[in-house]
């Protein structure tokens, strides 16, 4: 069997063991949950307003407020840009790239320090290569969470249409990009996860170890940050190409994607190299 087929084996059995479980149904339902929210949320402020004989502000009032508040932000070019992305798919977004990464954690932590603490990974590597078995882990715990983040957005996208307050092209285009973009966001804290996981032999030490080093880039960056000496230093992490994600340029959207995807390989390289040389 080829390496391909041995990661693809590997990366299904991953997503359907995760789905199937208790853990994926409990995280399916969440979602669904916290997909209805936003869009339920603004519905509710509406009938409100008007059952109070609040007058509503015209949909060009709405506009350059909503233009004026991302100009504060973004700045003018990305504010024009940005406008026309429907307000919860933008909110929804930004609050994905807070909790995604602790999703991954939730999901992946143990998908290789668990099998290597009950010494399930040797019953493995007869049928497939140990390469072939982190990788497939990665692209599974990747597989899974994409697909819960589908979930939530997808069902924000039902509630948007019934609602009727934004097209649904921009809603169905806004959110197909904005869910692929944090997708590829999630992709970088799956290599780092995988690269904990295959660190340690117990899950429960991957869990902390891997959080406290995502609290400890998140602090780290937000130092560096403060000064111009060390700002540079700041394009190492993950979490600072988040506004590229969202530019206008796609030149910009294309290379920050493209370091996201090379930062979660190089960490998912480490964690097969490390699982090839482990004693299972």
């Not at 979602?31 to 509406?46: A, C, N, Q, R, T």
């Not at 807070?98 to 143990?110: A, R, S």
């Not at 169905?172 to 990009?177: E, F, Q």
Request: charged share 15%.
């Amino acid at each position: 069997m080829s390496a391909a087929a041995e990661v693809g084996l590997t990366a299904g059995r991953e997503i359907r063991k995760n789905l199937r479980s208790t853990k994926g149904i409990a995280m399916f339902a969440l979602f669904v949950v916290g997909g209805l929210l936003l869009p339920l949320g603004k519905i509710l402020i509406d009938r409100l307003a008007k059952s109070e004989g609040g007058q509503m502000p015209s949909d060009e009032a709405i506009r350059q407020g909503k233009l004026f508040a991302l100009t504060k932000v973004h700045g003018e070019t990305m504010a024009k840009y940005l406008v026309d992305c429907p307000t919860a798919l933008l909110i929804l977004f930004k609050a994905t790239l807070f909790f995604f990464p602790l999703l991954i954690l939730m999901v992946g932590f143990d998908a290789i320090s668990g099998e290597t603490q009950h010494r399930t990974m040797r019953y493995m590597t007869p049928r497939a290569r140990r390469a072939s078995i982190a990788i497939g882990k990665g692209l599974g715990v990747w597989g899974v969470t994409a697909i819960m983040l589908l979930v939530l957005y997808g069902t924000s996208w039902i509630m948007m249409l019934i609602d009727g307050g934004n097209p649904a092209g921009a809603v169905l285009s806004w959110g197909t990009r904005l869910w692929l973009f944090a997708a590829v966001y999630g992709g970088a804290y799956v290599g780092l996860i995988m690269l904990m996981s295959s660190i340690f032999r117990t899950p429960v030490v991957s869990l902390f170890t891997a959080f406290g080093v995502m609290v400890a880039m998140g602090l780290t960056r937000t130092i560096l940050d403060l000064f111009d000496s060390t700002k540079a230093i700041t394009w190492a992490f993950p979490a600072q190409y988040e506004e590229w994600l969202l530019s206008p340029d796609p030149s910009r959207v294309i290379s920050a994607c493209a370091v996201l995807v090379a930062w979660g390989a190089l960490c998912l390289m480490g964690a097969t190299e490390i699982v090839r040389r482990k004693d299972i």
